[in-house]
């Protein structure tokens, strides 16, 4: 649930394609069997995806306030998806294709289903996955195309930093005199 429900709810969050609202709050986790209830603080919750912020169900990416491990994969971790699914009505595909990556050997975030309610309110059944971290450690820097809020613009595309999310100033002079060198 958001801090305040009242002016940073689910529709605020849902009505920005921009995705630059985020909400604070927190979040309770309840195994189906009622076995494990658990409540972290959430330091931002956003509106995730590109084309999937048009659509009618939306996708989420949330970052805790410290890490934890959610999905028991021994992998605590501070970032979180909540992917709708929102294009494959058996709400399957990102699952079934994570699992036979993990099958074959490829990496592949962990996930689970879930039923995701929002300032009290059933909004569906989502995947939560582990988000991306970058597999080349610390010094490694991850950006992806992001034409609605790009983080800075490069030969016509605007891109978003993904890992680390802030880079320092030095940081970011240095990634973006990379990228015009390349």
Known sequence: SSEDPEDEGEIWIDTDPSKTNRAKGKITLLAADTSRMETFPVAEWRMRGHTSAFINKKS?????AGK?????????????SFVANG???????NQVTYDFAKEIGLDAPECEQV?????????????????????LGDGAYFMEAD???GDFDLAGSSFEYVDP???SPEEESMI?????NL
């Not at 989420?60 to 805790?64: G, H, R, T, V």
């Not at 959610?70 to 970032?79: F, V």
Request: net charge negative; glycine share 6%.
């Open 60 to 64: 989420y990416q949330m970052k805790l």
């Open 68 to 80: 934890q491990d959610l999905l028991g994969s021994g992998n605590a971790r501070k970032k979180y």
């Open 87 to 93: 294009f494959d009505w058996t709400l399957l595909h």
């Open 115 to 135: 039923d995701l309610y929002y300032d009290a309110k059933y909004i569906g059944t989502y995947l939560l996955c582990e988000t991306y971290e970058s597999p």
């Open 147 to 149: 034409p609605i809020n």
């Open 165 to 167: 999310e802030e880079p």
């Open 176 to 180: 973006q005199n990379l990228v015009v």
